[in-house]
């Protein structure tokens, strides 16, 4: 039986892509203009944590080099805000974040840079979803921003909001009509493995029969309380599990949020008792707690069919990420994308997986970089993720979210009226 054989060695394949974002295989930085910029948020997306590699400023220190200029961090705790400046003065990019100002406010900046007459070429949204994505007041950070620098470029990172999918889509009806450079923090669609298996799809004329994501973090570092309450960070799907439904739009196409359906595991059921949560979740109502696992189901508007398998249950360092995508003769295998990203193919010609990886590849390096050329050029074509695209992300996960909710509540209900009297 076929089905039975041993498996062959790896094969390893020389990618059909230039290059990827490694940054030390980058060229140095020109001489120029200095290149101001502005933080909004001093926390670990904008600054670096030990959560993950994210680290914003990291990357545009060294697309931009001695151009770099810091111009202030926005933040309302003050103290963080130091914190960061006093490390990045004792590092090698002081020159940077010399002349740099703190703001507790939006507004105060605003106004501060007015009376400066230095304004931003690039604005860093990294403050909590809950602050930003739409037009209410207090939680506009775009619009205000938008309306104080009328040509300024801006760097969002996802998800969009917290707002409701009508609320957040005000914003994305703003920007069509106010047309800033728009680049939002879908990072994986930078990956060159990624890249390569688009470019496998286009070129062999496939079309996509069925994908499968999952995502499973490491849930004991995740210490924050607002991310285990569904009114603080929005849930898992829509705060986490949004890059893996990205990533599944991305490759297969549109998704027909009609044809969503999902079934959750939450925190009061048997399976989803956990022992190692650092955050204080006892004291967030419960109707109010996350989910455990959440298993969706979709059709693409192509007629393929997508799954997306979030789960909050590994300990540890690594998480588990990875996407399985299958075409007419071909298997391709994503995996290991926060760390060493790897993509896996079988196809018609054999049945061992020939292996594509692109070494020190850094997808939050280039999304900074072609963010920064695009401001440069003029020419925004290279940028993948759209304010308008990610508003289509937006809309998945809010629907993702909703359904699982939906087999919950149903599920209790018949659940209650079979409870003997």
């Known amino acids: 039986m076929t089905g039975r054989l041993p498996r062959k060695p790896l094969i390893r394949r020389q990618s059909t892509l230039d290059s990827n974002f490694a940054m030390d295989q980058q060229p140095p930085p020109l001489e120029g203009p200095s290149f101001p910029i502005a933080y909004i ?6 600054f670096g944590s030990a959560e993950g590699p994210w680290n914003h400023s990291f990357r545009f220190e060294h697309k931009l080099g001695p ?9 309302p705790a003050i103290s963080t805000s130091e914190i960061v400046l006093n490390n990045k003065r004792a590092s090698f990019v002081e020159k940077a974040y010399r002349d740099t100002i703190t703001h507790q406010s939006i507004p105060k900046y605003i106004e501060a840079s007015k009376n400066s007459g230095i304004f931003p070429k690039i604005v860093v949204i990294g403050a909590p979803p809950q602050f930003r994505g739409c037009l209410i007041e ?15 470029a801006m760097f969002i990172e996802k998800p969009i909001s917290t707002a409701t999918v009508e609320e957040a889509r005000a914003l994305d009806n703003y920007f069509k009509e106010h047309k800033h450079i728009v680049s939002v923090g879908y990072m994986f669609r930078y990956l060159k493995v990624v890249s390569q298996l688009r470019e496998i799809i286009q070129s062999k004329k496939l079309r996509v029969i069925t994908i499968s994501a999952r995502y499973a973090p490491t849930y004991p570092e995740i210490s924050k309380r607002f991310w ?4 603080g960070a929005c849930g898992p799907i829509v705060e ?41 979740e006892k004291s967030v109502p419960g109707e109010r707690r996350i989910p455990r696992a959440t298993n969706a189901i979709w059709k693409f508007t192509s007629g393929a069919v997508g799954h997306l398998q979030h789960v909050v249950a590994l300990h540890g360092n690594r998480f588990e990420a990875s996407i399985d995508v299958f075409c007419d003769g ?6 290991d994308l926060y760390t060493t990203p790897i993509l896996l193919v079988r196809t018609p010609m054999n049945d061992n997986d020939i292996v594509y990886d692109f070494p020190d590849d850094d997808p939050y390096f280039g999304e900074i970089s072609t963010l920064v050329d695009a401001v440069e050029t003029g020419d925004r074509s290279q940028i993948l993720s759209s304010f308008e695209d990610a508003m289509k992300t937006y809309e998945a996960t809010w629907a993702i979210r909703l359904a699982s909710e939906r087999t919950t509540a149903e599920r209790r209900a018949r ?7």
């Open 138 to 152: 207090n939680r506009n950070a775009e619009q205000l921003l938008s309306k104080a620098f009328p040509e300024v």
């Open 330 to 335: 071909f298997r391709f295998h994503l995996r």
């Open 415 to 421: 659940s209650k009226k079979q409870m003997p009297k």
């Open 67 to 75: 151009r770099l200029c810091v111009q202030t961090i926005v933040d």
């Open 240 to 280: 986490q599990a949004t890059h893996f439904v990205d990533l599944c739009r991305f490759i297969g196409g549109e998704i027909n949020l009609d044809t969503v359906m999902a079934h959750a595991v939450e925190y009061d059921e048997e399976p989803g008792e956990l022992q190692m949560i650092s955050a204080d």
């Open 228 to 231: 285990w309450d569904k009114t």
């Open 41 to 46: 948020g001093a926390g670990g997306i904008n």
